[in-house]
């Protein structure tokens, strides 16, 4: 009954997303509209695909530190990818792809800079050290984000932040085909480490003990949940909260067993964003809301109460 | 402040309203000017008359730009929509000084009802606005890279490329050649 609960909420928001925008588009010319076949369909599977992205990559994330508070973006991402879009800008990179493009190759600088730290001294990928590494790296990414923002001459360079503070707006049948050929990758070989991150929640011997083999499974679930993101992050910047509170409504319902969890946390995050970004595109028309504020606005308070009735049981 | 300037002229924004204060406390003469609109432009070349000690001149000077302001703009033949930033896309409203410039040249500003001077819209609304020119600050003489992207090309100005390309220098902010500005625009868009 859940199951097809979260499917017709998933459907549910996917057909607004095409059915409601800004412009009016009578009802029997949706079909033909120029409008929703090339702006909103395109732009509400980007917001599906990215949403149910970094809810997985959210629930993997918080599975492999052992910590409610991981959130894809926490592990250095969103600063890589802010400094690879600023130097895009500062740099004239040419071409249309150039923007996207630079955030992902410094979304995946900053994935490796993590990674070797979270490997020194043996360290086998400890969630503490990626933790702290994750917060270093992006911090020192963001202070050079910063001090090129500042000497830059070009009042351009200052609109990175626009674009890094997340959205939907670049969304084209481009980019969701580039997403839907690139997510399902790590996506399964997130699905596949259900059962170690089941074990993994037991403590890294424990789980050793029952069969896991820890070192792997850590490496995969961290590269491919990195991966996923930086992905999402080229795609539509740094979208906050999703990553962060779907996986946790995912788990109050569906329970910790990652196999349900993580499709849970996909259609889950699919369907908050694509829901979000019909409000973001909507409530001001015509002027648009940045997409993070409204799934802050809607995930935080559903949460909560979530939250709340689960205490209370 | 080791350069010790008789006066420091500041555009009137949140962090110059403290920096002219701790100027002055060192005691250098400060000026705030606003400077956003046409109509700004003849009080500004009087304060800077009275500060100069060229009153005559900027009288002078204050009293073109002050009729440049009041001027009624002439109808509008044409439309345009002025886009600062493509992702999101970013337009300027009707409290901007481009939205001025656009009416005194005769176009109409599609997003003149966004009382903002700049917002972020979504690309559908520029679609249905449908604006026949695509107005955009650049020293470039190529179209921006947003005009190659996909989904700008539903913008029916982006695909038939109706581009201004502005130089920020002459279009960027309100100053004693707005009015080179706006007869700039206006043969620009009788071409």
Avoid: C
């Amino acid at each position: 009954m859940k199951w097809t609960l979260l499917a017709l909420v998933a459907v549910l928001a996917l057909l607004l997303s095409v059915v409601l925008g800004p412009a009016a588009v009578p009802f029997g010319e949706l079909l033909r509209s120029d409008i929703v076949w090339n702006l909103r369909a395109p732009r509400a599977l980007l917001a599906f695909l990215v949403g149910g992205s970094l809810g997985v990559a959210g629930a993997g994330l918080q599975a492999l530190v052992r910590n409610p508070l991981a959130d894809p973006f926490l592990l250095g991402l969103s600063g890589g990818a802010g400094l690879g879009a600023v130097l895009a800008i500062a740099l004239h990179l040419p071409g249309p792809w150039a923007l996207p493009i630079a955030a992902f190759l410094g979304a995946l600088a900053a994935l490796g800079l993590v990674y070797r730290l979270g490997l020194v001294g043996g360290a086998s990928l400890d969630p503490r050290i990626l933790l702290l590494g994750g917060v270093a790296i992006g911090a020192f990414a963001a202070a050079i984000t910063t001090a090129i923002v500042s000497l830059a001459d070009a009042a351009e360079l200052r609109n990175a932040f626009l674009w890094l503070w997340g959205g939907l707006s670049g969304a084209s049948w481009d980019s969701v085909l580039i997403v839907a050929l690139y997510a399902p990758i790590p996506l399964a070989v997130l699905f596949a480490a259900s059962r170690p991150l089941d074990l993994l929640a037991l403590g890294e011997e424990s789980a050793g003990y029952l069969g896991a083999d820890v070192d792997e499974v850590k490496r995969r679930v961290y590269l491919a949940a990195s991966l996923l993101t930086a992905a999402a992050v080229a795609v539509s910047g740094v979208i906050g909260f999703v990553g962060l509170v779907v996986p946790h409504i995912a788990r109050l319902t569906w329970g910790h067993r990652h196999r349900s969890l993580l499709p849970a946390a996909f259609l889950g995050g699919g369907a908050l964003l694509a829901f979000a970004d019909t409000l973001a595109r909507t409530v001001v028309a015509p002027r648009e809301l940045p997409v993070g504020v409204v799934t802050a606005l809607i995930g935080v308070p559903v949460f909560a109460l979530l939250l709340k009735r689960w205490t209370i049981a | 402040m080791t350069r010790r300037p008789d006066l420091v002229v500041l555009y009137n924004a949140g962090p110059n309203v403290t920096a002219a204060k701790q100027l002055e406390r060192a005691g250098i003469q400060t000026v705030l000017i606003d400077l956003n609109r046409l109509e700004d432009l003849g009080p500004a070349a009087r304060t800077l008359g009275r500060l100069t000690g060229r009153q005559e001149q900027a009288e002078s000077l204050a009293i073109v730009l002050d009729s440049l302001a009041g001027r009624p703009p002439p109808p509008s033949t044409t439309s345009l929509a002025f886009i600062v930033w493509d992702n999101p896309p970013i337009i300027i409203g009707h409290g901007s000084y481009l939205d001025q410039l656009a009416a005194q040249a005769g176009a109409r500003n599609v997003f003149g009802d966004i009382a903002a001077p700049s917002a972020q819209v979504s690309l559908e609304t520029i679609v249905a606005r449908d604006p026949q020119w695509i107005a955009v600050l650049s020293d470039s003489t190529v179209p921006p890279a947003f005009a190659k992207r996909r989904e700008w090309r539903a913008v029916r100005a982006v695909r038939e490329g109706h581009f201004l390309l502005l130089p920020g220098s002459l279009f960027g902010r309100p100053g004693p050649r707005s009015g080179d500005a706006i007869a700039q625009l206006r043969a620009r868009l009788a071409r």
